[in-house]
């Protein structure tokens, strides 16, 4: 059963261009949603969270959306470049589990120049 | 930021032995730790969350007494692998907490540890 979801296993984008990566959940118990990066054969990277109070964060280059009743969340990235190019995570928490995260798939994302 | 650290990076063993993993937070302490697993191409799945000296609690289908975890301070966590085998082979990654609050942006990881079973 996969509560965490990824639906696009890898994304092209040119330089410059916006980067959207999606995700969707089924546990309505989530509150807390994180999205890393992650280069092969290495761990991942924090890039950006969201808190379910919220519907929007932004840090710099990087948006992350959070729509509750369609279960689903969306990274952005603009604009995009070539060092973005990694496959990127969703996870997902729930308060007072210790700090559990659940990861989807992974969507591969390329940027081209 | 907040360093953690995996030894090996990467192992080669024959099938029927033991490989143990080391995770270690190097700038903070870790009251918990995690384990996960990644094949190929797709998703970490976690193994089990580890509380410094307390017994590990492991996710639904892994096997405890095939993955034994110690938790023996605040900055070190092991994995054996024991008796193991083809299938055992796998990209396995660590992360640290650091402190006890409910956001989990405070989780590290480790590079991971790549593990083939000949």
């Known amino acids: 059963d996969q509560q965490v979801k990824q639906n696009s296993p890898s994304l092209s984008v040119q330089e410059g261009r916006i980067s959207i990566l999606n995700c969707d959940y089924t546990?309505?118990?989530?509150?807390?949603f994180l999205w890393y990066k992650k280069y092969p054969a290495e761990g991942p990277t924090f890039l950006i969270s969201i808190s379910s109070i919220k519907d929007k964060n932004e840090d710099g280059r990087f948006t992350v959306f959070l729509n509750k009743s369609a279960k689903h969340l969306s990274l952005h990235i603009v604009p995009s470049q070539p060092g973005d190019s990694a496959v990127y995570f969703c996870a997902a928490s729930s308060s007072g589990n210790t700090g559990k995260l659940i990861f989807g798939q992974g969507t591969t994302l390329q940027v081209k120049p | 930021g907040a360093v953690v650290s995996q030894h090996p990076s990467w192992v080669i063993c024959k099938s029927g032995t033991s490989v143990k993993i080391e995770c270690r937070s190097l700038?903070?302490?870790?009251?918990?730790m995690f384990w996960y697993r990644q094949f190929p191409k797709q998703s970490l799945m976690l193994m089990a969350t580890?509380?410094?000296?307390?017994?590990?609690?492991?996710e639904q289908g892994v096997e405890k007494d095939k993955f034994l975890i110690n938790h023996a301070s605040l900055t070190l966590s092991t994995l054996t692998v024991t008796s193991a085998h083809p299938e055992d082979s796998s990209f396995y990654i660590c992360?640290?907490?650091?402190?006890?609050?409910?956001?989990?942006?405070?989780?590290?990881f480790g590079p991971g540890t790549r593990l083939t079973v000949l």
């Open positions: 546990n309505s118990m989530f509150d807390y």
């Open positions: 700038d903070f302490q870790a009251t918990t």
């Open positions: 580890s509380n410094e000296g307390s017994k590990a609690t492991y």
């Open positions: 992360s640290a907490r650091e402190g006890r609050g409910a956001v989990p942006d405070t989780q590290y």
